[in-house]
Nanobody
Framework: QVQLVESGGGLVQAGASLSLSCAASMRTFSIYAMGWFRQAPGQEREFVAAIDWTGTNTYYAGSVKGRFTISRDNAKNTVYLQMNSLRPEDTAVYYC???????????????WGQGTQVTVSS
């Protein structure tokens, strides 16, 4: 059984930083790509960042590139999202997901966490 649990969300002011974590319960975490997505009220779920199984290759949405960093620790079965210079438009529920490749489409991911709320005030 695959379980993904996000943590680290919260309420911050614009310009602040937050670090999200996603702990995975699975035997073979190290062979899967992982992605972060977000969904704001009334909007579709959108791609934020993805990382391949080695952690070597990372991919970002244009809106977060240069501000967010995705990383992983395969020994801890955990993927991270470091978010700097947060903006009010970053407010959303953030989800991690497991995929066979670091896709940008949420439809390509098989398993999802329950999400963690990030709220950025102006």
């Amino acid at each position: 059984q695959v379980q993904l649990v996000e943590s680290g969300g919260g309420l911050v002011q614009a310009g602040a930083s937050l670090s999200l974590s996603c702990a995975a319960s699975m035997r073979t975490f190290s062979i899967y790509a992982m992605g972060w997505f977000r969904q704001a009220p009334g909007q579709e779920r959108e791609f934020v960042a993805a990382i391949d199984w080695t952690g070597t290759n990372t991919y970002y949405a244009g809106s977060v590139k240069g501000r967010f960093t995705i990383s992983r620790d395969n020994a801890k079965n955990t993927v991270y999202l470091q978010m700097n210079s947060l903006r009010p438009e970053d407010t959303a529920v953030y989800y991690c997901a497991r995929g066979s490749r670091p896709y940008t489409s949420p439809d390509r991911y098989e398993y999802w966490g329950q999400g963690t709320q990030v709220t950025v005030s102006s």
